[in-house]
C-alpha cells in the first residue's frame, strides 16, 4: 500500500507571505507527483505536476521535488486570500497500478487578508 | 463541450434502494476513477478502470459496482445503499500526465 503523507494542517499565512506545503511519499522509486487544490464544495483541480528532482515554476506556484528524500513540496509566493483552499499531493503508482494515483488527505491553507 | 460531468448532482435516496451515478467524459481518456470523500478520510478509490471492460477494485469497493462498455462512460452503482455510503462521490478522468476530475455528486442516503 502506497503511502502519501501531507501535513495535518491547517496552515494559516498572512496575504502576501509564502506558503509552504510539503508531502512525502513511502514508494522510493515513484516517478511523478502532482498537486491538486480543491476549493471548499468544488472538486480537485490539478494545478502543478512533476517529475524530475528539482524545483518546477509556474507562476507564484513552485513545486519542489526531492526523490532522495522522497518529498515533494508546493511553494506558493505572494499568498493571497484566493489561494484559501485545500491542496491534495499525489504520487502515480506504477506496474499493475501505473493508472493511479495515490493521494493525501490534503493541507488546508487560510490566507488572511 | 469538452469535458467530464456527473449525474446527478445531488441525490437523496433511502436505505436498501438502488442508486447509479452516471460519469461521462469527452476526451476519449483511457483511465477512469471513481472516488468517495469524507470529513476526515480525504480522497479514497472506490473502482477504476485503464480502458473499456477493465475495471479493477481500488481501496473502498464494497458495495458499489461498476462497469465500463464504451471509454466515455463509466457509471457507479450502488447495489443496496446504507447510510454508510452517504458521501460525495467524485468521478476523474486521465491520460498520461493530463487529469481531471468531475464536478461531483453529492449523494444522501436515509
Known amino acids: 500500500q502506497k503511502e502519501v503523507e501531507q501535513n495535518s494542517g491547517p496552515l494559516s499565512v498572512p496575504e502576501g507571505a509564502i506558503a509552504s506545503l510539503n508531502c512525502t511519499y513511502s514508494?522510493?522509486?515513484?516517478?511523478?507527483f502532482f498537486w491538486y487544490r480543491q476549493y471548499s464544495g468544488k472538486s480537485p483541480e490539478l494545478i502543478m505536476s512533476?517529475?524530475?528532482?528539482g524545483d518546477k515554476e509556474d507562476g507564484r506556484f513552485t513545486a519542489q521535488l526531492n526523490k532522495a528524500s522522497q518529498y515533494v513540496s508546493l511553494l506558493i509566493r505572494d499568498s493571497q486570500p484566493s489561494d484559501s483552499a485545500t491542496y491534495l499531493c499525489?504520487?502515480?503508482?506504477?506496474?499493475?497500478?501505473?493508472?493511479?494515483?495515490?493521494f493525501g488527505r490534503g493541507t488546508q491553507l487560510t490566507v488572511w487578508p | 463541450d469538452a469535458g467530464i460531468t456527473q449525474s446527478p448532482r445531488y441525490k437523496i435516496t433511502e436505505t436498501g434502494r438502488q442508486v447509479t451515478l452516471m460519469c461521462h467524459q469527452t476526451?476519449?481518456?483511457?483511465?477512469m476513477f471513481w472516488y468517495r470523500q469524507d470529513l476526515g478520510h480525504g480522497l479514497r478509490l472506490i473502482y477504476y478502470?485503464?480502458?473499456?471492460?477493465?475495471?479493477d477494485k481500488g481501496e473502498v469497493p464494497d458495495g458499489y459496482v461498476v462497469s465500463r462498455s464504451k471509454t466515455e462512460n463509466f457509471p457507479l452503482t450502488l447495489e443496496s445503499a446504507t447510510r454508510s455510503q452517504t458521501s460525495v462521490y467524485f468521478c476523474?478522468?486521465?491520460?498520461?500526465?493530463?487529469?481531471?476530475f468531475g464536478p461531483g455528486t453529492r449523494l444522501t442516503v436515509t
Open positions: 476523474a478522468s486521465r491520460q498520461d500526465r493530463e487529469g481531471y
Open positions: 514508494d522510493r522509486v515513484s516517478q511523478s
Open positions: 512533476i517529475y524530475s528532482n
Open positions: 499525489a504520487v502515480k503508482g506504477r506496474g499493475s497500478t501505473l493508472g493511479r494515483l495515490y
Open positions: 476526451w476519449s481518456h483511457s483511465y
Open positions: 478502470s485503464a480502458a473499456a471492460d477493465i475495471t
